[in-house]
């Protein structure tokens, strides 16, 4: 097996299709042997529009790494969840800041009443979502706690809860203004070590693409790591492939390269730009 695994938002697209450019480069891939995997911050019902475009047979790397789902039978084949008492906590800490919140359950969401963003996404896609939130509460089953807004406050609530969660769960930025609250060691890298362990035998070669922090872990369990042009600054700086943007079909360009077979090392000093 020749295995790409790939986030979407950023990474594989911007919005909630692919283009015909990308479409067809993931279909050229699967007819030369690859394999595709999507890992992503969403929760299954938000990913399956892109998992059914890249035409990916495989599980999903779901919730931020938090789950693995079959996405035909929603089977869960792995998961993470996180204690209710300590997500409490953890809503209770960033209640009274000026961003939104998510609270995540299983293929559902929470939020307040003026976190219109958070609701209006929910409901533009079909998912359950409970925006009566008051006060704080947990649903008894919960999976991670998001925050949303302006990147500056994001990154002064991110300092606040490492400091004061620090090694209880894991804070991390999940894309321009996300923030997202997991159980101690879930990301997406250990979920994907996971799905490997079930393998009889490890992929020839794995190839990982994402473009911000919550994407680090997964892009060095793989043997070659795509970040977009317009990555994060640190996630750039791990990169052994960068292409170009979703705006300009940057994931085409991969699958182009992919398919020349002409891969660079994962040693090299400096990046193949595409």
């Not at 999903?60 to 084949?77: H, K």
């Not at 159980?183 to 070669?205: D, F, H, N, Y």
């Not at 911000?212 to 640190?234: C, F, R, S, Y």
Request: hydrophobic share 45%; glycine share 8%.
């Amino acid at each position: 097996m020749k295995l790409l695994v790939t986030d979407i938002d950023e990474t594989l697209s911007r919005g909630e299709s692919l283009t015909w450019e990308v479409a067809e480069g993931c279909r050229r891939l699967r007819e030369s042997g690859w394999r595709m995997m999507i890992a992503t911050g969403r929760i299954l019902a938000t990913a399956l529009p892109h998992i059914k475009g890249t035409g990916s047979d495989l599980p999903a790397i779901v919730y931020d790494g938090g789950r693995i789902m079959d996405p035909m039978s929603g089977q869960v084949l792995y998961e993470v969840p996180m204690a209710p008492p300590l997500a409490l906590e953890i809503l209770r800490s960033g209640w009274e800041h000026p961003v939104e919140l998510q609270v995540i359950g299983n293929e559902r969401a929470a939020c307040r009443p003026g976190d219109v963003r958070t609701r209006n996404f929910f409901t533009s896609v079909g998912v359950p979502v409970d925006s009566s939130l008051s006060e704080p509460a947990i649903p008894d089953e919960v999976f991670r706690v998001i925050f949303y807004g302006a990147p500056q406050d994001i990154r002064k609530l991110q300092g606040q809860l490492k400091a004061r969660f620090s090694g209880r769960v894991e804070v991390v930025q999940a894309g321009s203004g996300f923030l997202d609250v997991l159980p101690l060691g879930v990301s997406k890298g250990t979920a994907l070590r996971a799905w490997l362990s079930m393998l009889p035998e490890r992929p020839e070669i794995i190839v990982a693409a994402g473009d911000h922090h919550n994407d680090l872990e997964m892009l060095a369990a793989a043997d070659l790591a795509v970040v977009p042009e317009d990555g994060a600054e640190d996630v750039l700086r791990a990169a052994d492939i960068i292409m170009p943007s979703p705006d300009r079909h940057g994931f085409a360009a991969l699958a182009a390269l992919l398919l020349r077979e002409d891969l660079p090392g994962s040693n090299t000093t400096r990046p193949v730009v595409l």
